[in-house]
Each structure stands twice: as C-alpha cells, then as structure tokens.
C-alpha cells in the first residue's frame, strides 16, 4: 500500500490544453480525454493533494510547463467498465524554468 503524496506526469498537447487553458477559470479542470488503459489506471491511482508536472508533448514543446494538484479523484460519467475516467487538477503555479524532455533524459554526469 503507498503511503504519502504521490508525483505524477500529466501529457498534453499545446493545441489541445494548454498551460494557458489550465490558468484559466481558476486553475481547475476536469482531465479527460485519456483513452489508453494504464493511463486510465494511473488516474485511479490519484488522491487528493498529490502533484502532477503538466508536461507539453508534441513536435516542438516536449517539456515541463507548470505544477497541478489533484483536487477531485477518479470518477467516470459512465455506467460500464469502459467508460472514460476522469480527475479534476488544479494549476499550482507555472514552472519558473520550462524543463526540457531532454534535460530530463541526460544522465546527471
């Protein structure tokens, strides 16, 4: 059983949701769209208070952004097994530094 805050990476494309997008109307929001089964798993995982790295995928912005918290754990708005799951985050504060996913891969020596 995990004990304690949990960290987590949370993807999206720019065009899609933005960092922009999860500043607005207070920073929260319902994180949807997810289809694939482990993602799905992993957002079942989620509890209150645990941070997310709200990372920019795609082409050109493959980086850390900006810090979300759980504030509303796992639901679906769906009655069978496969329906869409859901948590709701919200913005905790834009990273000061964007880092990279390179800056992420290198190996620290």
């Not at 050109?60 to 329906?83: C, I, L, Q």
């Amino acid at each position: 059983m995990v004990k304690g805050k949990q960290y987590w990476l949370l993807k999206t494309e720019p065009g899609e949701w933005s960092w922009e997008d999860q500043a607005a109307n207070g920073g929260v929001t319902k994180w949807d769209g997810v289809k694939n089964k482990q993602a799905q798993k992993h957002l079942k995982s989620m509890k209150l208070g645990d941070l997310c790295f709200f990372y920019h995928s795609g082409a050109s912005a493959r980086r850390v952004v900006g810090v979300v918290s759980v504030v509303k754990e796992w639901y679906s708005e769906g009655s069978d097994k496969n329906s869409e799951v859901f948590v709701d985050v919200k913005a905790v504060g834009e990273m000061r530094k964007q880092v990279n996913l390179k800056d992420m891969k290198q190996d620290g020596s």
